[in-house]
């Protein structure tokens, strides 16, 4: 507890509050939380994060708080930004021992808004971070809500996507009792097209929000990658369905937080070697750094500014080309981009290869009748309208920046604008 009282008074509740208002997606009040942690008032340091984010145990702990909220700290210019994840986290943690709840913070508001309201149900497809956040959300307006979720457990990538290692599935279960104590509906083993249908939920519901993410792999196209040994991250992640990679070398493609969680898990399955190529430079990748760091000293690999040219073998992986890359400014780019560097092509030996380079939705969102983008995600307009009268998207499923509290943005905005156009009928 001392601990936490250092870090909470090492904030200096600056008035401009860019932590909230630059760093963090879902516009936590920091400071004010901040100051209710360091006078002992943990009931309202709590209420205070309620009124933006239903996922304050999971967020204080993976979020990329580097790149968010910690890196907008004005104390960071000159030192260490404040612990912001860690006095979330303590707060949630806090709060749970503690047996306080959304349900006590938020009982009244419900009861009012359901008065008002009358009967009117939204039906939320998908049980991740935004189809959690977004059905906590619809709740409070004083909506019944039901989740239907493909799974036989709530939570999404939160439980299959992001290793124990780095979120303790204790708190993800905590999480969603927290949530659905609010007196939230959940269908389980529901699967879209196959056991329920748009057309159906139409009938039955007054809006549907789309929430059940985007988990297929994308592919390089490159050479060879059909070969046997060429896994997708994201599906390796959700699935568990790892070979054996006792004394191999696996080389795993990309630079975000599912690409260090893939090498990562391989690592400590008995991988003799992994590395993770990346085609530009450590400061250019999205994973957060300390992911990075750790994933470094665990004896990971990093090939950066080095990128996949071909993936060799007859029927399964033997090896790889790999070519180098430079970082060059082109016009009209913010950012530097990687170009090939002539000749400098080498090949390594590889028993399997990963590719972690991005996710797109599941071929069957192609045959649900809504507008999709250049990516294939969902088209929405600014109310996380699809082209479908009453259906409603948000997520990764959306294209929203990937995320978990970007996808909880996305669905507490959608909760609202859904519930403000009930409101309105």
């Known amino acids: 507890m001392e601990n936490i009282d250092l870090k909470a008074s090492y904030c200096l509740s600056c008035k401009v509050k860019p932590c909230s208002i630059k760093g963090c997606p879902l516009h936590n009040d920091i400071p004010n939380f901040i100051k209710e942690v360091k006078e002992k008032n943990y009931s309202k340091a709590y209420e205070i994060l309620c009124e933006t984010t239903v996922l304050q145990g999971v967020c204080g702990r993976i979020c990329p708080h580097q790149k968010q909220c910690q890196g907008a700290c004005i104390r960071g210019i000159k030192g260490n930004p404040v612990a912001i994840g860690e006095l979330e986290a303590f707060v949630f943690d806090k709060m749970i021992e503690e047996n306080n709840s959304l349900k006590k913070v938020w009982g009244e508001e419900i009861r009012k808004n359901e008065k008002k ?30 989740i239907f979720e493909t799974y036989d457990y709530l939570g999404g990538l939160l439980v299959h996507g ?92 990309g630079g975000g937080n599912v690409a260090m969680d893939c090498a990562r898990t391989i690592k400590k399955l ?8 990346y085609r530009r430079a450590r400061e250019q990748m999205p994973a957060e750094d300390k992911e990075v760091t750790e994933a470094m000293e665990e004896g990971i690999e990093f090939l950066f500014q080095n990128n996949i040219v071909k993936i060799i073998g007859k029927n399964k992986v033997e090896k790889l080309e790999l070519i180098k890359t430079e970082l060059i400014k082109k016009e009209g780019e913010d950012r530097l981009s990687p170009v090939n560097v002539e000749n400098s092509n080498y090949i390594v030996d590889a028993d399997y290869v990963v590719m972690a380079l991005g996710a797109s939705p599941e071929p069957f969102v192609k045959g649900l009748n809504l507008e999709l983008n250049k990516w294939g ?49």
């Open 117 to 146: 309201l009358g009967k009117k149900r939204v039906a939320v497809i998908g049980g991740g971070p935004a189809g959690l956040t977004a059905a906590a959300f619809l709740r409070k307006e004083g909506i019944t809500t039901t």
């Open 270 to 277: 008995g991988a003799r070697e992994v590395k993770v190529v």
């Open 377 to 425: 995600n969902i088209e929405i307009n600014e109310n996380y309208e699809t082209s479908r009268e009453k259906i409603y998207a948000g997520g990764d499923l959306a294209g929203v920046r990937g995320t978990v509290a970007w996808a909880a943005y996305s669905g507490r905005e959608a909760a609202k604008k859904i519930a403000k156009k009930l409101k309105e009928a």
């Open 162 to 253: 992001i290793p124990e290692f780095r979120l303790d599935k204790e708190v993800v279960k905590r999480t969603v009792d927290n949530i659905l104590d609010l007196g939230i509906e959940v269908k389980y083993n529901s699967i879209l097209g196959k056991n329920i249908e748009l057309t159906e939920l139409e009938k039955e519901y007054d809006a549907i929000f789309l929430a059940f993410g985007a988990n297929c792999s994308s592919k390089m196209g490159v050479e060879g990658e059909n070969l046997e040994g060429v896994y997708g991250g994201n599906e390796l992640l959700e699935y568990n369905m790892h070979p054996d990679y006792i004394g191999k070398t696996v080389i795993v493609a």
